[in-house]
């Protein structure tokens, strides 16, 4: 079994930062791309960011310029550096992770969320 756990959600004000991380256990040799959805009251889940094994990165137009992501192979974790945050970035944050031989940002390991709320 493969489960990811999200941490380094809060509250800040808009312009702040925050850095989300989501570890990764189990069979840990299953998983290939890995990423960040996120998703609004009565909004759609959408893409924040992903990265494939080889490093090759994805962002939603939103975001782009504002955050990284970034993965650790070694500790098995994904992170996510938001940078300049707005509060339309306000969302339930949820780590994904693609299950092998699949390397794309269709994810099928779930985190169970982590809250990011940003005020004006």
């Known amino acids: 079994q493969v489960q990811l756990v999200e941490s380094g959600g809060g509250l800040v004000q808009a312009g702040g930062s925050l850095r989300l991380s989501c570890a990764a256990s189990?069979?840990?040799?299953?998983?290939?791309?890995m990423g960040w959805y996120r998703q609004a009251p009565g909004k759609q889940r959408e893409l924040v960011a992903g990265?494939?094994?080889?490093?090759?990165?994805n962002y939603a137009d939103s975001v782009k310029g504002r955050f990284t992501i970034s993965r650790d192979n070694a500790k098995n974790t994904v992170y996510l550096q938001m940078n300049g945050l707005k509060p339309e970035d306000t969302a339930v944050y949820y780590c994904?992770?693609?299950?092998?031989?699949?390397?794309?940002?269709?994810?099928?390991?779930w985190g169970q969320g982590t809250q990011v709320t940003v005020s004006s």
């Open positions: 189990g069979s840990i040799f299953r998983i290939n791309a």
């Open positions: 990265i494939t094994s080889g490093g090759r990165t």
């Open positions: 994904g992770a693609a299950r092998y031989p699949t390397n794309t940002f269709t994810f099928d390991y």
